[in-house]
């Protein structure tokens, strides 16, 4: 199931044309690491310009709508991302579960959608504090998986392309400060794959599980060296090339 680790940075409402510099920067040092898929996520207004920007990362939108067209005012398509030359897009982040009330099934259809306009996807899962105190993290991100991630064919075919990721981002951790320990990111994810094998078989072998959440230049080799990690969402630290960089880096040292 080795393939490239995967480091992705999200930007969320975070941008200016001015920052086309950073994704620029990140970009041409890109060329160093070939064995680490890189990408970033910018807002819908730079997609586009980011696009134009750089070539050898990935860039992806943060959310789609479920239609491919229509009056759906403020939305934007997977078609028209795929149009503006995004790769992919990061589906059911936890800000948008919290902020958009978007459901598991929201979620999986608009990763139908994303899927049908030839996008990579990434799905993101994640437990609040609450239901880790609980005891019910496990419960809560495995039924998410079960949930939000699209079925069928395409799905399939998404899987064996490496064009499918979840990202596992403990809601607790994000914009904290507070990572989540080794040990409970490694039984998550093991978790996480057990679903994804009972969906897509033999194919959830090939669906990289990403650990989001206050990841940074210290904590990221510690991360992405442990078992069923196969790269990063990556919030705060990506705005920078400087912050984002030696994050790079540390995947690039796990091949290793
Ligand atoms: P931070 O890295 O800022 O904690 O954000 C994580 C995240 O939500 C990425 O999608």
Redesign the pocket.
């Known amino acids: 199931m080795a393939h490239r680790p995967y480091i992705v940075g ?1 930007w969320k409402m975070n941008g200016s044309r001015t920052m086309l510099a950073e994704a620029r920067a990140i970009d041409r040092a890109a060329l160093r690491y070939p064995d680490v898929q890189i990408a970033l996520a910018p807002p819908f207004p730079f997609v586009g310009l980011l696009r134009e920007a750089v070539n050898a990362i990935g860039i992806g939108g943060q959310d789609c709508h479920t239609a491919a067209k229509g009056a759906h005012t403020g939305d934007v398509s997977a078609a028209m991302l795929a149009d503006i030359g995004a790769d992919f897009v990061i589906l059911g ?1 936890s800000e948008r579960r919290r902020d958009h009330h978007e459901s598991d099934s929201l979620i999986r259809a608009k990763a139908d959608a994303a899927l049908a306009a030839g996008l990579g996807i990434i799905v ?1 899962v994640g437990e609040t504090l609450h239901e880790r105190d609980a005891g019910q993290a496990e419960a809560v991100v495995s039924a998410q998986v079960d949930g939000s991630l699209p079925l069928g064919d395409a799905a399939l075919e998404a899987a064996q392309a490496y064009k499918l990721a979840v ?1 596992y ?1 403990p809601v607790w ?3 904290t400060g507070r990572v989540a320990a080794v040990e409970d990111v490694v039984a998550m994810h093991a978790a996480v794959r057990e679903r994804l094998t009972a969906a897509y078989g033999d194919a959830g072998a090939k669906v990289r599980i990403l650990y ?4 940074n230049a210290e904590n990221a080799a510690g991360l992405l060296a442990a078992q069923g990690v196969g790269g990063a ?5 990506s705005l920078t090339a400087d912050a984002f960089l030696p994050i790079v880096a540390a995947a690039g040292q796990g091949e290793g």
Do not use: D, K, P, T
């Open positions: 999200n982040h993101c990202a981002e951790a994000i914009g989001g959440g206050s990841v969402l990556v919030g705060g630290a």
